[in-house]
Structures are given as structure tokens and as C-alpha cells.
Nanobody, 116 residues
Framework: QLQLVESGGGLVQAGGSLRLSCTASGRTFSSSAMGWFRQAPGKEREFVATINRSGAFTYYAVAVKGQFTISRDNAKNTVYLQMNSLRPEDTAVYYC?????????WGQGTQVTVSS
């Protein structure tokens, strides 16, 4: 069982940066692949980035590759999403995801709003 809590969202101007954090409670964090998803108003939730258990491997959606960076600190039970050069189309609620043997766990989401 994992509980995920996201933080770091907010309002930023286009071209700015934000770093999202997702802190997990539970002993299975280090054995779980972690990811970030986002859902813009009126749209379906979409994949953003994922990172494997050790942090050695990452994978990004085409829309954010080269712009966002996912990382993790297993000692702190935390996964991060560094978002640079933000654009208005990056506006969405960002969700943290953990893939475990029993199934997927989700955080409550954090709002990111990019103004033009």
C-alpha cells in the first residue's frame, strides 16, 4: 500500500520553471516504478514521464521530452518532475503514479497553471 502526496504546483509565466515533488509513504516505494501523468481541462489524463526503480532509466512523452526531467530519491521516498520552459499548453493537474505488484496508486494531483 502506498500513499502519494504531490506538491510544488502553482501559477507560473510562460518560459518559467517548476519542480513537482511526490512523496510516498510505505515500504514499497523503492521497488516501484514511478511516473507522472497530467490532465488538462476537458481532456483525458495523459502520460508525461516514468522512471524505473533504481532511477537509471527514464522515458518521456514526446510532448515533454527535452523540457521535463523526472528523477527520484529513494532515501527520501520522493520522485520529482523538473519542468522547464513551461508553455500554456502545459497547464493541467499533474498526478503522481506508482506501479506496484498489487496495482497502480495515484496521488491527489497538483495544479500547474502557465500564463501567457
Amino acid at each position: 500500500q502506498l500513499q502519494l502526496v504531490e506538491s510544488g504546483g502553482g501559477l507560473v509565466q510562460a518560459g518559467g520553471s517548476l519542480r513537482l515533488s511526490c512523496t510516498a509513504s510505505g515500504r514499497t516505494f523503492s521497488s516501484s516504478a514511478m511516473g507522472w501523468f497530467r490532465q488538462a481541462p476537458g481532456k483525458e489524463r495523459e502520460f508525461v514521464a516514468t522512471i524505473n526503480r533504481s532511477g537509471a532509466f527514464t522515458y518521456y512523452a514526446v510532448a515533454v521530452k527535452g523540457q521535463f526531467t523526472i528523477s527520484r530519491d529513494n532515501a527520501k521516498n520522493t520522485v520529482y518532475l523538473q519542468m522547464n520552459s513551461l508553455r500554456p499548453e502545459d497547464t493541467a493537474v499533474y498526478y503522481c503514479n506508482a506501479k506496484t505488484i498489487p496495482g497502480d496508486f495515484w496521488g491527489q494531483g497538483t495544479q500547474v497553471t502557465v500564463s501567457s
